[in-house]
C-alpha cells in the first residue's frame, strides 16, 4: 500500500514538475522570443538615434555656413542700398573672411560674389583672364533660387581630394549674388565616427549619388549606384519610407539606417547583421543552453529575469517620460525662438497653446489629444523662421509682395514639423489655421469640416489673441470688440461649435485675463566717455520699443544714473580716461546686482580671462555687430524676466 502509495506521489510529483517544466519551457521561449525581439528593436533604434545624431552634427554644421552667409550677405544688401563702394564692399569681405577662418572654421574658405558688375573675393583671389562669374553655377544656382540662400551642387577639388560646396544667395539688387565656400573635411571628421562600435561604416551622398563624404576616402567622389546591391540600396535611401531597412550587401545581411537633412542630402549607417547582431544572439544561445542543463536554473533564471524585464520597464517608463520633459522644454525654447521675431507680441505661442489647451478640454478630448493640440498650439508659428523680422514688425500695411511673405509661413511650418513629431495633427494645426471656415482662407481654401480640427481650434485661438495682444501698429483691442468680433466670424472665419466655447471662455473671464501682459520698460545704462558710441547703440537698440537707453559718460555719472533709474541691464566701455571699466564694475558690484555686458575692441587672453575671473556676464566686441548686440540685449532682459 505504501508502495502504492509512493509510485502515486512519485508520478504526480514528476507529472507536476514535468507540467512545470512544459509550462516553464513554453513561458521561457516567449520570454526569449520577446526579448529577442525587443533587443532587435532596442538596437535598430540605438542604430536610428545614433544616426540621427550624426544627421544633427552635419546639418547644425552646414548650417552655421548658411548662417555666416546669410548675415553677411543682409549686411552687404545694406551697404548696395546705401550705396557704398565696392572697394568698401571688398573691404568688408576681406575682413569678414579672415574672421570666419580664424574664428569660426578654417574650412570655410572664403566669401566671394559678383556685386554691382564686379568680381569681388575676400580671400584675395583673383580670377584668370577670361573668367566670368555670371556663367559660374554658384552664381546661377543662387539667380534660379530667387532670393533665397542655396547650397550649389557639391564637387570633389582633383588637387585635395577635398569635397567643396558653396551657399549662395541673390541680393536684393536682383543681380548680385554672394556666395561662401566651405571644405567638407569637418563633414569628413564626422563621417569617421559612424561605424556603430566599429560594426559598420558611414557615408553621406547628395541627391545626384555623388559620396560627398565616406568612412573609407577612396570612396569619396564617387556616384552610387555602381552595382545592382547599390541601386537597390540608393533606390531605397532617396524613397525613404522607413529609417532604416535591410539588404543584402556584398553577400551579408545588413541593415542600412538613413536620414535626409539639407538640400536633398542623406546621411547613411551601413551596419553589418552578424556583428550587429553578435552579442545578442550569443547571449541568447548560453541562456537557452544553460536552461535545457538544469531545471533549477531555470526557474531562477526565469524569476530573476521577469524581475530585471519589470525593473528595465519601470526605467524605460521613467526614460520616456524624462524624454517627454526634454520635448516639452525643446518645444517651448522653439516656439521662443519664434515670438522673439515679433518684439510685439511676445508670448504669443504661449498663450495660443492655452487657450488652444483650454478648448480642448471643454470639448472632453482625451489627455493624449490635449497635449498634442497644446503642442501644436506652441508650434503654430513655427514657419514664421522663414519671415524676415522686418515684415513681421512692420508698423504700417504690408505690401503684396511682403503678404506674400507672411502668406506662406502656414506651408513652411508644416515642413519644418512633419518629420519633428510622429503625429502629424502638429503639422496640420501648422499648415491650416489661417484657413477660414468658409473657405477663403489659406493656403489651401479648406472650408467647413475638411479643415483638420485641431487647426480650427487654434485658428480660433490665434485670431483671439492677435486681438487681445499689442501689435506693432495698434495696441490690443478691447475684450467686447474681441467678443464681437469673434461672434462675427461665426460660420465664416471660425467653427460655430468652436467659437462657441471661446465666446464661453469670453463670457467667463470677467477681468480680461485672457490678454498680453503689458510690455514692461527696461532701462539700458550705456557707459562710455564717447558720445558718439553711446548714440550707435541708441540707433541700435531703437526698434526694441521695451527700451530705453540711458547715458553716462563717467564714473559719477554711472553712479547718478544707477541711483535715478531701475537699470535693468549695463553696457560698459572697457577703456575710459578717468577709470578702467574692470574697476568701475568692481565699484558697481559692491552695491548693484543688474547684468553687465562689457563693450571693448581687446580681444586678448588676458582681457577675456578677466571678464571670466570678474563674472562679468557677457562682452561685445567693437565694433559693435547691431544684430549681435540687439539679441544679446533682448536675451539678457527676457532672461532676467523669467526668472522673476
Same mark, same amino acid.
Given at each position: 500500500? /505504501?508502495?502504492?502509495?509512493?509510485?502515486?506521489?512519485?508520478?504526480?510529483?514528476?507529472?507536476?514538475?514535468?507540467?512545470? /517544466?512544459?509550462?516553464?519551457?513554453?513561458?521561457?521561449?516567449?520570454?526569449?522570443? %520577446?526579448?529577442?525581439?525587443?533587443?532587435?528593436?532596442?538596437? +535598430?533604434?540605438?542604430?536610428? %538615434?545614433?544616426?540621427?545624431?550624426?544627421?544633427?552634427?552635419?546639418?547644425?554644421?552646414?548650417?552655421?555656413?548658411?548662417?555666416?552667409?546669410?548675415?553677411?550677405?543682409?549686411?552687404? =544688401?545694406?551697404?548696395?542700398?546705401?550705396? *557704398?563702394?565696392?572697394?568698401?564692399? $571688398?573691404?568688408?569681405?576681406?575682413?569678414?573672411?579672415?574672421?570666419?577662418?580664424?574664428?569660426?572654421?578654417?574650412?570655410?574658405? &572664403?566669401?566671394?560674389?559678383?556685386?554691382?558688375?564686379?568680381?569681388?573675393? &575676400?580671400?584675395?583671389?583673383?580670377?584668370?583672364?577670361?573668367?566670368?562669374?555670371?556663367?559660374?553655377?554658384?552664381?546661377?544656382?543662387?539667380?534660379?533660387?530667387?532670393?533665397?540662400?542655396?547650397?550649389?551642387?557639391?564637387?570633389?577639388? !582633383?588637387?585635395?581630394?577635398?569635397? +567643396?560646396?558653396?551657399? %549662395?544667395?541673390?541680393?536684393?539688387?536682383?543681380?548680385?549674388?554672394?556666395?561662401?565656400?566651405?571644405?567638407?573635411?569637418?563633414?569628413?571628421?564626422?563621417?569617421?565616427?559612424?561605424?556603430?562600435?566599429?560594426?559598420?561604416?558611414?557615408? $553621406?551622398?547628395?541627391?545626384?549619388?555623388?559620396?560627398?563624404?565616406?568612412?573609407?576616402?577612396?570612396?569619396?567622389?564617387?556616384?552610387?549606384?555602381?552595382?545592382?546591391?547599390?541601386?537597390?540600396?540608393? #533606390?531605397?535611401?532617396?524613397?525613404?519610407?522607413?529609417?532604416? /531597412?535591410?539588404?543584402?550587401?556584398?553577400?551579408?545581411?545588413?541593415?542600412?539606417?538613413?536620414?535626409?537633412?539639407?538640400? #536633398?542630402?542623406?546621411?547613411?549607417?551601413?551596419?553589418?547583421?552578424?556583428?550587429?547582431?553578435?552579442? *545578442?544572439?550569443?547571449?541568447?544561445?548560453?541562456?537557452?543552453?544553460?536552461?535545457?542543463?538544469?531545471?533549477?536554473?531555470?526557474?531562477?533564471?526565469?524569476?530573476?529575469?521577469?524581475?530585471?524585464?519589470?525593473?528595465?520597464?519601470?526605467?524605460?517608463?521613467?526614460?520616456?517620460?524624462?524624454?517627454?520633459?526634454?520635448?516639452?522644454?525643446?518645444?517651448?525654447?522653439?516656439?521662443?525662438?519664434?515670438?522673439?521675431?515679433?518684439?510685439?507680441?511676445?508670448?504669443?505661442?504661449?498663450?495660443?497653446?492655452?487657450?488652444?489647451?483650454?478648448?480642448?478640454?471643454?470639448?472632453?478630448? %482625451?489627455?493624449?489629444?490635449?497635449?498634442?493640440?497644446?503642442?501644436?498650439?506652441?508650434?503654430?508659428?513655427? &514657419?514664421?523662421?522663414?519671415?524676415?523680422?522686418?515684415?513681421?514688425?512692420?508698423?504700417?500695411?504690408?505690401?503684396?509682395?511682403?503678404?506674400?511673405?507672411?502668406?506662406?509661413?502656414?506651408?513652411? &511650418?508644416?515642413?519644418?514639423?512633419?518629420?519633428?513629431?510622429?503625429?502629424?495633427?502638429?503639422?496640420?494645426?501648422?499648415?491650416?489655421?489661417?484657413?477660414?471656415?468658409?473657405?477663403?482662407?489659406?493656403?489651401?481654401?479648406?472650408?467647413?469640416?475638411?479643415?483638420?480640427?485641431?487647426?480650427?481650434?487654434?485658428?480660433?485661438? #490665434?485670431?483671439?489673441? !492677435?486681438?487681445?495682444?499689442?501689435?506693432?501698429?495698434?495696441?490690443?483691442?478691447?475684450?467686447? $470688440?474681441?467678443?464681437?468680433?469673434?461672434?462675427?466670424?461665426?460660420?465664416?472665419?471660425?467653427?460655430?461649435?468652436?467659437?462657441?466655447?471661446?465666446?464661453?471662455?469670453?463670457?467667463?473671464?470677467?477681468?480680461?485675463?485672457?490678454?498680453?501682459?503689458?510690455?514692461?520698460?527696461?532701462?539700458?545704462?550705456?557707459?562710455?566717455?564717447?558720445?558718439? =558710441?553711446?548714440?550707435?547703440?541708441?540707433?541700435? *537698440?531703437? #526698434?526694441?520699443?521695451?527700451? =530705453?537707453?540711458?547715458?553716462?559718460?563717467?564714473?559719477?555719472?554711472?553712479?547718478?544714473?544707477?541711483?535715478?533709474?531701475?537699470?535693468?541691464?549695463? *553696457?560698459?566701455?572697457?577703456?575710459?580716461?578717468?577709470?578702467?571699466?574692470?574697476?568701475? /564694475?568692481?565699484?558697481?558690484?559692491?552695491?548693484?546686482?543688474?547684468?553687465?555686458?562689457?563693450?571693448?575692441?581687446?580681444?586678448?587672453?588676458?582681457?577675456?580671462? +578677466?571678464?571670466?575671473?570678474?563674472?562679468?556676464?557677457?562682452?561685445?566686441?567693437?565694433?559693435?555687430?547691431?544684430?549681435?548686440?540687439?539679441?544679446?540685449?533682448?536675451?539678457?532682459?527676457?532672461?532676467?524676466?523669467?526668472?522673476?
Amino acid at each position: 500500500m /505504501f508502495k502504492k502509495l509512493n509510485n502515486t506521489v512519485i508520478k504526480r510529483l514528476v507529472t507536476t514538475i514535468l507540467l512545470i /517544466f512544459v509550462l516553464m519551457s513554453l513561458m521561457l521561449v516567449y520570454i526569449f522570443t %520577446s526579448f529577442y525581439r525587443s533587443s532587435v528593436d532596442n538596437i +535598430m533604434e540605438l542604430g536610428v %538615434s545614433n544616426m540621427n545624431s550624426q544627421a544633427t552634427m552635419i546639418e547644425n554644421y552646414i548650417n552655421k555656413g548658411w548662417d555666416i552667409l546669410v548675415i553677411t550677405a543682409d549686411t552687404v =544688401n545694406y551697404m548696395l542700398e546705401n550705396d *557704398l563702394s565696392n572697394e568698401y564692399i $571688398i573691404s568688408f569681405l576681406e575682413e569678414e573672411t579672415n574672421k570666419v577662418q580664424n574664428e569660426v572654421d578654417s574650412n570655410f574658405t &572664403g566669401i566671394y560674389g559678383y556685386i554691382d558688375g564686379e568680381y569681388i573675393d &575676400g580671400s584675395g583671389w583673383i580670377p584668370p583672364e577670361g573668367y566670368k562669374p555670371k556663367e559660374r553655377v554658384w552664381y546661377t544656382t543662387a539667380l534660379e533660387a530667387d532670393g533665397n540662400a542655396v547650397i550649389v551642387a557639391p564637387y570633389l577639388d !582633383a588637387q585635395t581630394n577635398t569635397i +567643396m560646396i558653396s551657399i %549662395s544667395e541673390l541680393l536684393s539688387d536682383g543681380e548680385s549674388v554672394l556666395s561662401l565656400d566651405i571644405a567638407l573635411n569637418e563633414v569628413q571628421s564626422i563621417t569617421k565616427s559612424m561605424t556603430m562600435n566599429d560594426k559598420g561604416y558611414g557615408f $553621406i551622398m547628395d541627391k545626384t549619388g555623388l559620396v560627398v563624404a565616406h568612412l573609407d576616402e577612396n570612396e569619396k567622389g564617387k556616384i552610387y549606384p555602381e552595382n545592382d546591391e547599390q541601386r537597390i540600396m540608393v #533606390d531605397n535611401i532617396i524613397k525613404g519610407d522607413n529609417e532604416h /531597412f535591410s539588404i543584402s550587401l556584398d553577400g551579408k545581411q545588413s541593415t542600412v539606417f538613413s536620414k535626409q537633412i539639407v538640400d #536633398d542630402w542623406y546621411v547613411v549607417i551601413v551596419a553589418d547583421n552578424t556583428k550587429l547582431l553578435m552579442e *545578442l544572439r550569443k547571449q541568447l544561445l548560453i541562456c537557452i543552453l544553460v536552461s535545457a542543463l538544469v531545471f533549477t536554473v531555470i526557474v531562477i533564471y526565469a524569476a530573476v529575469f521577469a524581475r530585471n524585464i519589470v525593473r528595465s520597464q519601470r526605467k524605460e517608463r521613467e526614460s520616456r517620460e524624462k524624454l517627454d520633459r526634454v520635448n516639452m522644454n525643446i518645444i517651448r525654447s522653439l516656439a521662443y525662438t519664434i515670438d522673439a521675431k515679433d518684439r510685439y507680441t511676445s508670448g504669443h505661442s504661449q498663450r495660443v497653446a492655452e487657450y488652444s489647451l483650454e478648448i480642448a478640454k471643454r470639448m472632453n478630448k %482625451s489627455d493624449e489629444d490635449q497635449k498634442i493640440i497644446y503642442y501644436a498650439g506652441l508650434l503654430h508659428d513655427v &514657419g514664421k523662421i522663414r519671415v524676415s523680422e522686418a515684415v513681421i514688425n512692420k508698423p504700417g500695411k504690408l505690401s503684396d509682395e511682403e503678404f506674400d511673405q507672411i502668406r506662406i509661413h502656414p506651408v513652411s &511650418g508644416y515642413h519644418i514639423l512633419k518629420d519633428i513629431h510622429d503625429d502629424e495633427r502638429i503639422g496640420y494645426g501648422a499648415k491650416y489655421h489661417h484657413e477660414r471656415y468658409d473657405g477663403t482662407g489659406y493656403p489651401n481654401g479648406l472650408a467647413g469640416k475638411n479643415i483638420p480640427e485641431i487647426a480650427r481650434i487654434i485658428g480660433v485661438a #490665434d485670431a483671439y489673441d !492677435a486681438m487681445a495682444s499689442n501689435r506693432s501698429y495698434r495696441k490690443a483691442l478691447s475684450q467686447d $470688440i474681441v467678443r464681437s468680433e469673434i461672434e462675427k466670424g461665426k460660420g465664416r472665419q471660425f467653427d460655430p461649435e468652436i467659437a462657441d466655447i471661446m465666446l464661453k471662455m469670453i463670457d467667463e473671464d470677467k477681468e480680461y485675463k485672457m490678454c498680453q501682459a503689458e510690455t514692461l520698460k527696461n532701462d539700458i545704462l550705456v557707459v562710455d566717455d564717447e558720445l558718439m =558710441n553711446i548714440k550707435m547703440v541708441e540707433r541700435i *537698440l531703437k #526698434d526694441i520699443t521695451s527700451i =530705453n537707453v540711458v547715458r553716462a559718460t563717467n564714473k559719477e555719472e554711472t553712479f547718478e544714473a544707477l541711483e535715478n533709474n531701475d537699470i535693468s541691464v549695463i *553696457l560698459l566701455d572697457l577703456k575710459m580716461p578717468d577709470i578702467d571699466g574692470f574697476e568701475l /564694475f568692481k565699484l558697481i558690484r559692491e552695491k548693484y546686482s543688474m547684468p553687465v555686458v562689457l563693450m571693448t575692441a581687446d580681444r586678448s587672453n588676458e582681457t577675456v580671462q +578677466m571678464i571670466s575671473e570678474l563674472g562679468i556676464d557677457d562682452y561685445l566686441t567693437k565694433p559693435l555687430n547691431p544684430f549681435i548686440t540687439r539679441e544679446m540685449v533682448y536675451g539678457i532682459i527676457k532672461s532676467k524676466r523669467d526668472d522673476l
